[in-house]
């Protein structure tokens, strides 16, 4: 078995196409063309942690992938900081032998989670963007932004997070990558000045209200991957013109979702599954006044279109 | 990460007593002092084959453990043998950063689920065994066997397979390792001519039957982890005395008990998890003219014992 590290792949990804990869995926797995079994799931209490296991093949394929990754959020007692690990493996589909390891450290999960996120500012956002915010500090606050370089002109960012340290750091980190960066006051201001708004946290009771949100706005909400977290107040889904879901089982069981479904507000019929608007041009947002919605949950068919290409690129190597 | 190999895993094995270990495993597991989710499970059509992924922690230790196991069927008209695969992967409980991969091609998986059989037979068996009778001719038709030589003294077997050809290679292989041995003609024939019996295969109808069984014999049941698959007739949970799950929740679900449980012959109620009679002593089996049956599906708790035991030995390796 091949096991390639993180030095390898992130040599390899500037030569990759992931945008119309990642589309694809979607493609395949809203038509019915992969098996993508329910996520694994382990919880860790001490020091706090949880590990997602999501696998799956897209049918016909070469390989099937098996994504193993970790959030663990530190003990400062035991002098623990938090971290993310994770590994993705391919198998050979006709015979279960294993290919290749890809020890990305998580890596590629945080950069098929913003291609994703790419993908809806691209579909859903509003053709003029004067102002994106984002809710959170951390990695994907970070590689959301970076990957929507290429979606939109637009260089204004305005970020809230809970910590000041964090926010500060973050001005001064994305500031150097050429963004015009604001702090907010509170998440009331994202909403109020923001018309393509990132949500980024392990948040386990809502930032987002639905209040203040202004006409026109679209939001991209991929904290929420387990029951139990929860970045938007469900009102907003009552005032939502348009829900997208990257997978409506997934969403359903441990999206943002999963809220307004628990809560009555709205069905499982009003969600548009990501993979079935790819493609279809500009008549998803058919009025500038709307708002949209994405809940990404992190699929599976992600994880195998980004390993496989990573895999054969790196297999290329010198 | 690091990277063991099979060899490697092999040097290191015999310096193992696993018999303990995987004991205290189980009890862990029938204690609560586990966790361990529902297994993962992938399949294949064509060629048809599965992929369990088992997986979970013991709390407060070390590690956490996740295996893949594959078993493929093959497809003759492609050239494509059966096989086995799979690596068992062990991350940091605390950080979630990954420790090390064993890639020990599914061997570790067979050694467990022998010694597992093994443990059955030390508590289960009747004292005195004339003849050990074996339903299959595949790995574990062969490692049970080879891990039952320190339980027992009895050296008689009798064997029954679909195949001929696979029966005459079984009688080769095994007569080479110094077991007496015979085929069956039919399985009534192991029924009523043994006093422990072992089934190993994928099959998915029941191939060995109540009626021909003998007062005192003990089945290890061993081929069915999925749903669909089926070695033993249900009536003999009717007849059994003592049916023993190594995972009640598991076995209800994909073992050979799911059967007797859909059928209603028996309910929950009446299963013994292998976990708490393990250090009983002798009282399990209370009159040698008992029927019992244990019902293997595997649990991730003997991969979590096995695969950590085997990490540390092969780091002390020169």
Redesign the interface.
């Known amino acids: ?1 091949k ?1 390639f590290g993180l030095e390898e792949i992130k040599r390899v990804l500037p030569k990759l196409d992931l945008f119309p990869l990642i589309k694809q995926g979607f493609k395949a797995y809203s038509s019915g063309l992969t ?1 993508v ?1 329910p996520v ?5 209490d001490d ?1 706090p ?1 949880d ?1 997602h ?1 999501k ?3 897209i049918k016909g394929d070469e390989y ?1 992938v ?1 994504k ?1 990754a ?3 959020y530190g ?1 400062t007692n ?1 002098g ?1 900081s938090p ?5 993705m ?1 391919l ?8 290919v290749a ?1 890809l ?1 990305d450290e998580c890596y590629l999960t945080n950069v098929r989670t913003a291609v994703a996120g790419g993908i809806c500012a691209e579909i859903l956002a509003p053709k003029k963007i004067d102002c994106i915010g984002v809710i959170g500090t951390g990695v994907q606050a970070r590689m959301q932004v970076a990957y929507l370089s290429g979606v939109t002109d637009c260089r204004s960012l305005k970020v809230w997070g809970r910590s000041d340290k964090g926010v500060k750091k973050y001005i001064e980190d994305m500031s150097l990558d050429g963004w015009d960066i604001d702090k907010a006051s509170t998440t009331d201001d994202i909403a109020g000045s923001c018309d393509l708004i990132i949500t980024a946290t392990a948040s386990k009771s809502p930032l987002l209200k639905k209040n203040k949100l202004k006409k026109g706005t679209h939001i991209t909400a991929l904290g929420s991957d387990s029951p139990g977290k929860q970045e938007l107040e469900e009102g907003i889904f009552e005032i939502a013109d348009l829900i997208v879901a990257d997978s409506i089982v997934q969403c359903v069981e441990r999206g943002e979702i999963s809220h307004g479904i628990k809560n009555k507000i709205i069905d499982q019929s009003d969600i548009t599954e990501l993979g079935n608007i790819i493609g279809t041009d500009n008549t998803v947002r058919c009025g500038e006044g709307q708002i949209t919605v994405a809940d990404l949950t992190g699929v599976a068919v992600q994880d195998i279109q980004i390993a496989k290409a990573v895999y054969e690129a790196c297999e290329r190597l010198d």
């Open positions: 078995m096991v098996v079994p694994g799931e382990m919880i860790f020091p942690g590990v296991i696998y799956g093949y099937y098996i193993i970790s959030g663990f003990d035991l623990i971290s993310q690990g994770g590994v493996l198998f050979d589909q006709k015979t279960g032998q294993e390891i020890a």
